[in-house]
């Protein structure tokens, strides 16, 4: 054959394959950097060999060694069968036995959030009321007078369940105004400074979903509940740019360090908290990080479901994937509070609280017409059509709210039609009979936070009644049923982020003091939360395409364990990050 006719030829192909308009210049590039597997020697950047590598993929779960080029993976089987893709420039790792699985992917947190907290006031640990009394006066001693005493992470079950209140610590704060959230941030403590400075009296009402904690009396005990914050929060010091940036950067250090190489983050919104926050952290602090090269880990981001509006646009400009490490992933709303804060929205009351079944903090039609404009929107972008659509995410807690979720979910089908759609519910915690079936059925993702149940277990007896809360509270093996997807995180900053430990915590399920799990029957397999924090993790949020197992032509997004035994892992024990690579590259330590 003429040879010109082939380069022709070849030459023509390239060019039609290039004009394809599927993704944007970041996809390309990755599929270039793929293209070796034409030639008939590929040859590999990194070569990592001697261990056990779970790859999350079905085809090949097991493998010792694999092979990587321009941060992709590139082959993974035994070290023999890569050896001929070792050239003069190839670098190659002993694991030592290892054993290595896909980064994880902790599809809840709250990152700039969770930098802040790492440089305030951190009443995680407290476990007695002369302990959180001492941590605040010790931080009052510390600052100037006037100045605010921010802070969180408290939980009153770990003290016996009483909830603190001002008094607690106006006489150690006479000069500074304090606000400091439970760990689950549906809830804050102020300080009488803090609630004269906000404007906050016995005459001030309660918004619509959210409440003002009062005493018998009527009198304020400084404790607000979900969009109760909203009247206290504007007289807090907005945070400066210099302060998120900064949080930023911490925060991605930190979570690298746990094995953490992608991150769904649901941002600075919650009840009562502007919602303009989210896209200023967007536009001030990602794509600042992105453009000056301080972006060290992969991050999906969601909007309140409000400006769904302001999601369309950007996708439609610039694309969902922004850059190797920016993806846009939709949008949320939420349905209810937290079981912590007595507000998760339940079918019958709380048994200590006979007048409370908790708050739901949206009307039903409101929130089935946000979510339906939301939904349908996604059929509007025109930028990726490989991705038409952006996603909704909803917070529910409770088990009304989750039927009332699940309702909202099956109804914008029916309006919308049927579709790819991967409707989210974040947390999940609590089912009411059939619910989770009725998750798999209608392919919603139940995006839950295994350590939640740690705190949970010993308040929601108490809250629900004994049999409520065995029967239907993180009911993990139900909700993955016969064709059900989990998809783990944390909830950074409300726990720590930790997925071994969320891992550990999945498959033993035995919270403090117990000797038994809480709800043997849903305990998982390690492979099944392995998953949960990989490959299932990456398809809920619509980036298994890259990520979320070391498949070949997969991101190369991988954590060596200081463990060689599967089997230990495989029975609960505990192991530890040795090492974080991001893209082929060693990013911790």
């Known amino acids: 054959m003429n040879l010109s006719i082939v380069i022709s030829a070849s030459a023509a192909l390239l060019l039609s394959i290039l004009s394809l308009r599927l993704l944007d210049a970041y996809y390309w590039s990755s599929i270039r950097s793929l293209l070796p597997f034409t030639r008939s020697s590929p040859v590999a950047d990194l070569i990592v060999w001697n261990g056990t590598i779970y790859t999350s993929d079905a085809s090949l779960l097991f493998a010792d060694s694999m092979a990587i080029r321009?941060?992709?993976?590139?082959?993974?089987?035994?070290?023999?069968?890569?050896?001929?893709?070792?050239?003069?420039?190839?670098k190659q790792l002993d694991l030592g036995g290892k054993v290595v699985v896909s980064g994880f992917i902790d599809s809840h947190v709250h990152m700039i959030f969770g930098g802040l907290q790492m440089g305030r006031v951190e009443l995680r640990a407290v476990n007695r009321k002369e302990e959180f009394v001492r941590t605040i006066e010790e931080a009052a001693r510390n600052s100037k007078s006037g100045s605010w005493i921010l802070g969180?992470?408290?939980?009153?079950?770990?003290?016996?369940?009483?909830?603190?209140?001002?008094?607690?610590?106006?006489?150690?704060?006479?000069?500074n105004p304090v606000w400091v959230t439970r760990m689950d941030g549906h809830m804050g403590l102020a300080n009488s400074v803090a609630l004269e400075v906000a404007g906050v009296s016995k005459l001030s009402k309660d918004p619509k979903g959210g409440t003002i904690a009062r005493t018998a009396d009527g009198e304020l005990t400084g404790l607000l509940i979900d969009s109760a914050m909203k009247l206290f929060l504007g007289s807090i010091p907005e945070v400066s740019l210099n302060e998120r940036r900064e949080a930023l950067v911490r925060a991605s250090k930190y979570v690298l360090t746990k094995g953490v190489t992608t991150v769904v983050d649901f941002g600075r919104y919650y009840p009562g908290a502007p919602v303009e926050f989210s896209w200023q952290d967007f536009s001030d602090v990602y794509q600042w990080a992105d453009s000056s090269g301080r972006m060290i880990m992969r991050v999906c981001l969601f909007f309140p479901m409000e400006t769904w509006q302001l999601l369309l646009d950007q996708i439609n400009k610039f694309g969902r994937v922004l850059s190797q490490w920016i993806y846009l992933g939709g949008v949320k709303a939420f349905a209810d509070g937290s079981l912590g804060s007595s507000s998760a929205l339940f079918h019958e009351p709380y048994v200590n609280e006979p007048h409370n079944r908790g708050l739901q903090l949206i009307e039903h039609e409101r929130l089935l017409n946000m979510t339906v404009a939301s939904d349908k929107s996604g059929l509007q972008v025109i930028a990726q059509p490989l991705f038409c659509c952006f996603q909704v995410a909803i917070h529910a807690i409770g088990d009304k709210a989750n039927d009332l979720v699940l309702d909202v979910y099956q109804s914008?089908?029916?309006?919308?039609?049927?579709?790819?759609?991967?409707?989210?519910?974040?947390?999940?915690?609590?089912?009411?009979?059939?619910?989770?079936?009725?998750?798999?059925?209608?392919?919603?993702?139940?995006?839950?936070?295994?350590?939640?149940?740690?705190?949970?277990?010993?308040?929601?007896?108490?809250?629900?009644?004994?049999?409520?809360?065995?029967?239907?509270?993180?009911?993990?093996?139900?909700?993955?049923?016969?064709?059900?997807?989990?998809?783990?995180?944390?909830?950074?900053?409300?726990?720590?982020?930790?997925?071994?430990?969320?891992?550990?915590?999945?498959?033993?399920?035995?919270?403090?003091?117990?000797?038994?799990?809480?709800?043997?029957?849903?305990?998982?397999?390690?492979?099944?939360?392995?998953?949960?924090?990989?490959?299932?993790?990456?398809?809920?949020?619509?980036?298994?395409?890259?990520?979320?197992?070391?498949?070949?032509?997969?991101?190369?997004?991988?954590?060596?364990?200081?463990?060689?035994?599967?089997?230990?892992?495989?029975?609960?024990?505990?192991?530890?990050?040795?090492?974080?690579?991001?893209?082929?590259?060693?990013?911790?330590?």
């Not at 770990?158 to 150690?172: F, H, R």
């Not at 032509?553 to 200081?562: E, M, P, Q, R, Y």
């Open 412 to 589: 914008v089908t029916s309006i919308n039609g049927v579709r790819d759609r991967r409707f989210r519910i974040e947390h999940a915690q609590h089912l009411a009979m059939g619910a989770a079936a009725r998750f798999s059925q209608h392919g919603i993702i139940a995006s839950v936070q295994p350590d939640h149940l740690l705190d949970d277990a010993d308040s929601a007896s108490k809250k629900l009644g004994k049999e409520r809360a065995d029967l239907g509270s993180y009911l993990f093996q139900s909700l993955l049923g016969s064709n059900g997807s989990l998809a783990f995180g944390s909830d950074w900053p409300v726990v720590d982020i930790d997925p071994l430990h969320s891992i550990r915590t999945a498959i033993k399920r035995i919270p403090p003091g117990w000797e038994d799990p809480w709800g043997r029957t849903e305990c998982l397999t390690l492979k099944e939360a392995l998953n949960a924090y990989t490959i299932s993790a990456a398809q809920a949020c619509f980036l298994d395409n890259d990520l979320g197992s070391l498949a070949p032509g997969k991101l190369a997004d991988f954590v060596i364990l200081s463990t060689d035994s599967w089997d230990q892992l495989a029975a609960g024990g505990s192991a530890s990050v040795v090492a974080t690579y991001v893209g082929g590259v060693r990013s911790f330590p």
């Open 152 to 175: 969180g992470g408290w939980n009153n079950d770990l003290w016996g369940g009483e909830l603190p209140v001002a008094s607690w610590i106006d006489e150690v704060t006479p000069a």
């Open 70 to 90: 321009s941060g992709r993976v590139l082959r993974v089987g035994s070290y023999s069968s890569l050896k001929e893709l070792v050239h003069s420039g190839t």
